[in-house]
Structures are given as structure tokens and as C-alpha cells.
């Protein structure tokens, strides 16, 4: 089976830094990229999916990039609001991997 | 609207059996794979199997294969997930979520359902 890591595990930033996580899967998943957004105690969200497009009502400062093993995603500027937990998935064939997560907070 | 709404928080013993639902409502219920997504305490998602209600076609994840079991009546727009002997590990919240449009990922989840193995 596919394997799905992050990077970092988290991290901490400013109000208004930018921010990039990155996923990698261990064999190509042709763009089937899904990130999700889980704020504490709260339902997961997906923000992203086919690697780069936007789900609806998410805000642009959010961003998706990546292809083939490799992908990332960005937060162009980051608000108190984006403290959260954040989860790329696989959705090519199952199993539907999820990556094991990173943490952002704010410094 | 598109919604998903699980069952409540479930609190058993370790060998009972548990059967938690998921109904959707505001699409075609039928058409759509619904997935399940289990968090244990503090830790990540976990992708657990796959039904498209329309004709109970399943994946499994090789880590919870044999160990639960998925299942779906389209005609009252519900999904299940269930345990034939719970274990303490089985301690979790465990998510219903939607599979979108082909090419979107899990679009819509449910409010998640707590169940607590404890003896």
C-alpha cells in the first residue's frame, strides 16, 4: 500500500507569516491530493482536493501545489483562525490514506 | 443542503457488539460513496472502509479488515459501521464522510460518534 508522510510534524508562526506543509506519498497517486483542515475539537474540513483546487468557501489565502509523490500546501498568510491540524489524504484507490498530520499553531 | 448526522456517544464493555449509523440527507444518498474515518484519543485520522450504498460495493483497509464491518440500506439513507466483539482500543470518535463528485475527496462529514470501550 501506498504510504503518505508530512512535514514538519508542526510548527509554529507568526500572524501573517507564510506557511508550507508538505506531503509525499510513496508511489505516484496521479493528483489525487485531498487536504483537510481540523481545528481543535472540531470536524475535519476539506480545503483542498485534486492536489491544487480550492473547495468552495474556503478562503485564498490556502493553497495547493504539487504532483505525481509530491505536494504542499500553503497558507500565503496565516490568521489566529488557521490554528488547526492539517491532513493530506490519497483518494486514487484504496485505501484511502491519511497522512499522520501537522500541527500549526501560532507563535 | 448536504448533510451527514451520526448516531450519539456510545459507552460499552469490552466483547459487546456495536452498530453505529450515519444518514445523509439533501443529495442521492444512493450515488455517493460514504466513508468512515476513525480518530483514537490525541491522535490522527485514520481511513477505515468505503460503501457505495447504491449497490453495497465495500473497501477495506487492510488494517481494519475483519475487524469491523460496513454496510448500507439506501432506501432510509443510512450507513453503519459495526463491531462483533469491542476491545478498549476500539476507543475512539469514528467519522461518516462523503465522497464527493468523481475526482473530489470527502466533501461532507458527519458530526462524528464517541464510542468508549470500557470495562
Known amino acids: 500500500d501506498i504510504q503518505m508522510t508530512q512535514s514538519p510534524s508542526s510548527l509554529s508562526a507568526s500572524v501573517g507569516d507564510r506557511v508550507t506543509i508538505t506531503c509525499r506519498a510513496s508511489?505516484?497517486?496521479?493528483?489525487?491530493l485531498a487536504w483537510y483542515q481540523q481545528k481543535p475539537g472540531k470536524v475535519p474540513q476539506l480545503l483542498i482536493y485534486?492536489?491544487?483546487t480550492l473547495q468552495s468557501g474556503v478562503p485564498s489565502r490556502f493553497s495547493g501545489g504539487g504532483s505525481g509523490t509530491d505536494f504542499t500546501l500553503t497558507i500565503s498568510s496565516l490568521q489566529p483562525e488557521d490554528v488547526a491540524t492539517y491532513y493530506c489524504?490519497?483518494?486514487?484507490?484504496?485505501?484511502?490514506?491519511f497522512g499522520p498530520g501537522t500541527k500549526v499553531d501560532i507563535k | 443542503e448536504v448533510h451527514l448526522v451520526q448516531s450519539g456517544a456510545e459507552v460499552k464493555k469490552p466483547g459487546e457488539s456495536l452498530k453505529i449509523s450515519c444518514k445523509g440527507s439533501?443529495?442521492?444518498?444512493?450515488?455517493?460513496?460514504i466513508g468512515w474515518v476513525r480518530q483514537m484519543p490525541e491522535k490522527g485520522l485514520e481511513w477505515m472502509a468505503l460503501?457505495?450504498?447504491?449497490?453495497?460495493?465495500?473497501r477495506y483497509s487492510p488494517s481494519f479488515q475483519g475487524q469491523v464491518t460496513i454496510s448500507a440500506d439506501k432506501s432510509i439513507s443510512t450507513a453503519y459501521l459495526q463491531w462483533s466483539s469491542l476491545k478498549a482500543s476500539d476507543t475512539a470518535i469514528y467519522y461518516c464522510?462523503?465522497?464527493?463528485?468523481?475526482?473530489?475527496?470527502?466533501?461532507?462529514w458527519g458530526q462524528g460518534t464517541m464510542v468508549t470501550v470500557s470495562s
Open positions: 464522510a462523503r465522497r464527493g463528485q468523481p475526482g473530489i475527496a470527502f466533501d461532507t
Open positions: 460503501i457505495y450504498p447504491g449497490d453495497s460495493d465495500t
Open positions: 439533501g443529495y442521492n444518498f444512493a450515488t455517493y460513496w
Open positions: 508511489q505516484g497517486i496521479n493528483n489525487y
Open positions: 489524504q490519497k483518494y486514487n484507490s484504496a485505501p484511502f490514506t
Open positions: 485534486a492536489a491544487s
